[in-house]
């Protein structure tokens, strides 16, 4: 359950090292919190830290210090075995790069993470698969092989795999970064339409300031510290 205050997501103090002789600290402690139906964006000049900061959120690295809350649950008393099934349960990604399996259709790249949970796949797990495809434009490439599918078709097919779980939280990673403007706009428009539909907590990095403007917040980080915080649309 999300905590009292509404955040989904809650970094206290959060820092992030690398190396061990020479060390390079690239966050320097990081308060930040997201609630749950807020859609906010990550923005920074490169090697900012923001993929850094994402990847933290999203429970692929530890942090070197602080501590990351989600859904009401202190991570760091996760082991890794722990952190991967909760973040199996709770976070959807989307990444500039789909890394959808090229040989599997669209419907079982979007059963991928109903199947890992459950380990074979059932009926109500396709229907899912099914209605998230329609939802995202794609019923008439439902059993198309990904590597079929266009740029702007694969995304839409990597946004409902992210939603197959109806995790609280949905990270992307430059999700628009590959596509051109008309298909970036229906990915955007994807992501927040199923942000208003199913009150989950977004970020998105991102460097097009025209799509972070339509963000309800917007988290400038520069130098591994938050700079500026600004209402977006």
Same mark, same amino acid.
């Given at each position: 359950?999300?905590? =009292?205050? !509404?955040?989904?997501?809650?970094? =206290? ?69 722990? @952190?991967?099934?909760?973040? !199996?349960?709770?976070? !959807? ?23 890992? @949970? ?5 009926? =109500?797990?396709?229907?899912? &698969? ?15 092989? &990904? ?5 702007? @078709? ?9 939603? &197959? ?28 339409e199923f942000n208003r539909e199913y ?20 988290? =400038? ?13």
């Amino acid at each position: 359950m999300a905590e =009292e205050d !509404g955040a989904i997501l809650r970094l =206290e103090g959060v820092r992030k090292s690398y190396g061990s002789r020479v060390v390079t600290e690239v966050l320097h402690g990081i308060d930040m919190s997201v609630n749950a139906g807020e859609f906010v964006a990550l923005v920074g000049p490169s090697g900012s830290g923001k993929s850094t900061l994402l990847n933290l959120m999203g429970l692929l690295d530890r942090p070197s210090g602080g501590r990351i809350f989600l859904d009401g649950t202190d991570t760091s008393t996760l082991d890794d075995a722990g @952190q991967t099934r909760f973040r !199996g349960h709770k976070i !959807g990604f989307v990444f500039q790069f789909h890394h959808l399996l090229p040989a599997f259709t669209s419907l079982e790249n979007v059963m991928m993470p109903l199947l890992v @949970q459950r380990g074979r796949p059932d009926d =109500e797990m396709r229907q899912r &698969a099914r209605m998230l495809l329609v939802r995202v434009g794609l019923e008439d490439k439902i059993f198309a092989r &990904a590597s079929d599918l266009s740029g702007g @078709q694969q995304q839409r097919v990597a946004v409902a795999r992210a939603l &197959a779980m109806q995790p609280p939280l949905v990270l992307a990673d430059e999700p628009t970064g590959n596509l051109d403007s008309n298909s970036a706009d229906q990915v955007f428009d994807l992501l927040r339409e199923f942000n208003r539909e199913y009150r989950g907590a977004f970020v998105i990095v991102t460097h097009d300031h025209r799509m972070a403007s339509r963000c309800d917040r917007i988290v =400038e980080i520069v130098d591994g510290l938050i700079r500026k915080v600004d209402t977006g649309s």
